[in-house]
């Protein structure tokens, strides 16, 4: 069996790649990633010289090398997570969600189409639905909630999803989907809230908290956004779509408090600033079908997952301390630098 990651150099990719090889010794994994900004070859480390893996440095929009590694290996499976995926970012510039986002979805089914594949997944993620009103705690986003994005990311991801479905219908590729919840664990960047929380707290620097921080999200531990997904691609129905989440919706200040008291720094760090254009208020997947269908279920508890998350944060500082301190300061001081409350 031999499957294409794309995008395992970043967060949830590389935990993907890691619980594949680690599960299914006689697995061939390929990882291709053409290392943004995002992307973190160091991450890879641990699984380089393993002679069931290939790293291959190149787009996914770039159609050649796309149909060149298709020749080269043909892929029995395609698992894409390489994406442009910070909602800020997107707003500042939307062009390069749309180029990656979309046209790297489409390159990568047509190289299925031409050259044949059992399973092609989307990663996609439940930010397609829009967002649910505070005071509707009984509203969640299952399969059939219709698309209503906020965000130029969400509308790409959603635009790619038509698409999957699109080439699903029209030319029969076996595709299946997967929609699933905010992430949180080991090789998350800084630039996303918990990781940003964690790294500024350990510098005692300020915690850029966005509008009031009441925003909900549904907090899922990257191990079991892994685990779901290596049963879709093995057990799930073709044509499908796959809610996934743990039913763990905490608000935004709720979450950096709790990263203050692991971490033993004062509240007073936290810092109102200007909000997020069109702020999604909350995020809550029903993951009945999953559980039904595939019989997954979530594994860690947030109460451990985040102390495990914190502890990796603490014992990997050289990780994220050469993020922090190379381009991406550019990035925080743009973002952040001009924010009410910030200056
Ligand atoms: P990430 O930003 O950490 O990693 C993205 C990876 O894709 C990076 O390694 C980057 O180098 C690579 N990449 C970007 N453009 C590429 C291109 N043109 N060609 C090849 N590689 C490219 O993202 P993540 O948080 O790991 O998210 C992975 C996927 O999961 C995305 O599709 C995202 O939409 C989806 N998702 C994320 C979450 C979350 O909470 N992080 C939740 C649900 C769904
Ligand atoms: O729901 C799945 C999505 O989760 C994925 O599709 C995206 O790729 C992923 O980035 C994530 O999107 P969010 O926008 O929810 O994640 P982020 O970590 O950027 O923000 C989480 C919440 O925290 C959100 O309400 C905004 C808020 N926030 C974020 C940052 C970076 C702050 O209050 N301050 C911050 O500095």
Redesign the pocket.
């Known amino acids: 069996m031999t499957i294409i990651v794309?995008?395992?150099?970043?967060?949830?990719?590389?935990n993907f790649i890691f619980h594949m090889l680690d599960k299914y010794p006689d697995y061939r994994i390929v990882c291709?990633?053409?290392?943004?900004?995002?992307?973190?070859l160091s991450t890879l480390a641990p699984v380089m010289e393993n002679p069931n893996f290939r790293f291959v440095k190149?787009?996914?929009?770039d159609r050649e090398a796309v149909y060149k590694l298709f020749e080269e290996e043909h892929p029995d499976i395609i698992v894409?997570?390489?994406?442009?995926?910070?909602v800020d970012r997107s707003i500042e510039n939307p062009e390069v969600f749309l180029?990656?986002?979309i046209k790297?979805t489409a390159v990568l089914m047509d190289a299925c189409r031409k050259y044949g594949i059992k399973r092609y997944h989307q990663?996609?993620?439940?930010?397609v639905y829009g967002d649910l009103p505070l005071d509707r705690p009984d509203l969640f986003f299952t399969e059939e909630t219709p698309i209503h994005t906020s965000s130029p990311?969400s509308s790409s991801?959603a635009a790619a999803d038509l698409l999957v479905l699109a080439y699903h219908r029209t030319y029969g590729l076996p595709v299946t989907i997967s929609?699933?919840?905010?992430?949180?664990g080991p090789?998350?960047?800084p630039e996303?809230l918990i990781p940003l929380m964690i790294a500024n707290a350990l510098n005692d620097k300020p915690l850029p908290v966005y509008g009031k921080g009441e925003n909900v999200r549904d907090w899922l531990y990257v191990e079991d956004?892994c685990k779901a997904i290596d049963l879709i691609i093995h057990n799930g129905r073709v044509g499908e779509v796959y809610n996934i989440g743990g039913h763990n919706e905490m608000t935004n200040i709720d979450i950096v408090k709790i990263i203050c008291k692991e971490l033993g720094k004062p509240e007073s760090l936290i810092t109102y600033v200007e909000d997020r254009k069109g702020h999604d208020m909350r995020y809550a997947i029903d993951p009945t079908k999953i559980h039904s269908e595939l019989g997954w279920l979530p594994e860690t508890k947030f109460a451990d997952g985040i102390k495990k998350t914190i502890k990796w944060y603490l014992d990997n500082k050289e990780w994220w301390e050469t993020i922090i301190s190379g381009e991406y300061q550019n990035y925080y001081d743009e973002m952040y630098g001009s924010r009410e409350g910030m200056k």
């Open positions: 794309t995008g395992g150099a970043g967060f949830i990719g590389s291709l990633d053409c290392l943004t900004y995002a992307g973190n190149e787009s996914i929009t894409n997570f390489a994406a442009e995926s910070h180029d990656t986002n790297g990663v996609s993620t439940d930010e990311y991801k929609r699933c919840s905010n992430n949180y090789y998350h960047f996303k956004h």
